[in-house]
T-cell receptor, first 115, second 108 residues
């Protein structure tokens, strides 16, 4: 079975450019999470969706970040404009079942470097 | 707000030694999950604990949830080099609360 799929796996871009990260959750999962991980701050939850609806975006750092989930099989995280401090590993995860206390299946991550 | 402190931040052991990491909360947790992340990899679910005093085992790993449901531990008996990675806890109520993680290094 395919797990959570993320693309691209690596992204190098220059400051000011738009970055779009993509995620395909596991089929049938109804929760989707976007995380950012850095050495300094560890794993941070940015936003999560339930049945394609954003539920909690309090972790989104600022207006430069936006996330969408147009359907149950696809989500994007966009950074515009990107800044060097956005350099991190971005993980997408999905889970199934009511509530947050469910096993989360993480994708391989997108390693973003903003120069 | 509710926080989960995880200790230690880093531990270096010789292969064959035991290892324990702890997650401690100032408030009662409804549940706790443990994940492992290998260097350069992504977090992988290990186990979930929900009951007061619960103990679960997976091969050389032993997981405990405290009687007061304010702390949890992950213990590895006789570590192996394959145990290298970061172990972290997550608690879920109406929001997710993360431990900061413990990086385990195992020297052969």
């Amino acid at each position: 079975d395919a797990g959570v799929i993320q693309s691209p796996r690596h992204e190098v871009t220059e400051m000011g450019q738009e970055v779009t990260l993509r995620c395909k959750p596991i089929s049938g999962h109804d929760y989707l999470f976007w995380y950012r991980q850095t050495m300094m701050r560890g794993l941070e939850l940015l936003i999560y969706f339930n049945n394609n609806v954003p539920i909690d975006d309090s972790g989104m750092p600022e207006d430069r970040f936006s996330a969408k989930m147009p359907n149950a099989s696809f989500s994007t995280l966009k950074i515009q404009p990107s800044e060097p401090r956005d350099s991190a590993v971005y993980f997408c995860a999905s889970s199934f079942g009511a509530g947050l206390a469910r096993t989360q299946y993480f994708g391989p991550g997108t390693r973003l470097l903003v120069l | 707000g509710q926080q989960v402190m995880q200790i230690p931040q880093y531990q270096h052991v010789q292969e064959g030694e035991d290892f324990t990491t702890y997650c401690n909360s100032s408030t009662t947790l409804s549940n706790i999950q443990w994940y492992k992340q290998r260097p350069g990899g992504h977090p992988v679910f290990l186990i979930q604990l929900v009951k007061s005093g619960e103990v679960k085992k997976q091969k050389s790993l032993t997981f405990q949830f405290g009687e007061a449901k304010k702390n949890s531990s992950l213990h590895i008996t006789a570590t192996q080099t394959t145990d290298v990675g970061t172990y972290f806890c997550i608690s879920a109520t109406n929001k997710l609360i993360f431990g900061t993680g413990t990086l385990l290094a195992v020297q052969p």
